[in-house]
């Protein structure tokens, strides 16, 4: 089985990928969206691609890809993600005064590197980070990622758990090109649509979940490409979009949705060890 990732090895999709699918082929893209060619192309199986973080918020080209595209998805995991300061072998943390990694992972730790006085460069990955500290094996630099990325690239750990928040955590949609779970429960589902152009038309359409049974449990928006100020809504709710009662609420829900698109049904979210 091949598993695509956006990132290189050691990236949080990467590790969560190998979680998820215990002895797949993990293969590399440059971009969210490289994963999402090679899916619908045949080229790999399924795409892991992180939509949402508890810290920074969604991630908009995912959802975007998620809308505009023709995939499914068939489960959602999300997985605690915790940053520790990895240096070449030998450097101390007195050492160091310069710190690189990707942008959000910077954020994240930005009490601890203020305290510390550090000198920031960002980078595309945290695994990247830690890869070009490997390789340039200054001792006064110092990549911020995973413990799992220090192992594969031979780095020390000088700091653990630099996270400002503990409980920073990372959720990843499973796509495929087929509308099967990869468990066999149907307990949750996601789903887009866009709304009437008419007063109360979103408030009508999240009535007509709750009548039906569903409860809600997230409802995000985004601008939609084709006409400016319009809008589409992710949402993500629980239960069996597929039962009767779930046919019956996709069938009222036209009355107020110009667009309606199930993106999957799918066992409940699973947390990742």
Known sequence: MKVGYSGIKGAYA????????PGCECVSYPSFGNVYK???NGDCDYGVLPVENSFAGDVAQVMDLLYFGYLYIAGIYEMPIT????AVKGAKLSDINRVVSHPQALDQCAGYIKEKGF?????TNTAVSAREVAEKGD????????????EIYGL?????NINEKDDNMTRFVVISREDEPLLK??????????VNNEAGALAKAVTTIGMNGFNLKAIRSRPARELAWNYYFYIEGEGDIKSNAGNRMIAELKWNCDVIRILGNYHEVITLD
């Open 14 to 21: 990467y590790i969560a990928g190998g979680k998820i699918f």
């Open 38 to 40: 090679a899916v619908k």
């Open 83 to 86: 940053h520790h300061l990895l």
């Open 119 to 123: 000198e920031l460069s960002a980078a």
């Open 139 to 150: 001792i006064h630099t110092a990549a911020i990622a995973s413990k799992e990325t220090a």
């Open 156 to 160: 020390d750990i000088l700091d653990h």
């Open 185 to 194: 429960e149907r307990q949750a589902f996601s789903m887009i649509f866009t």
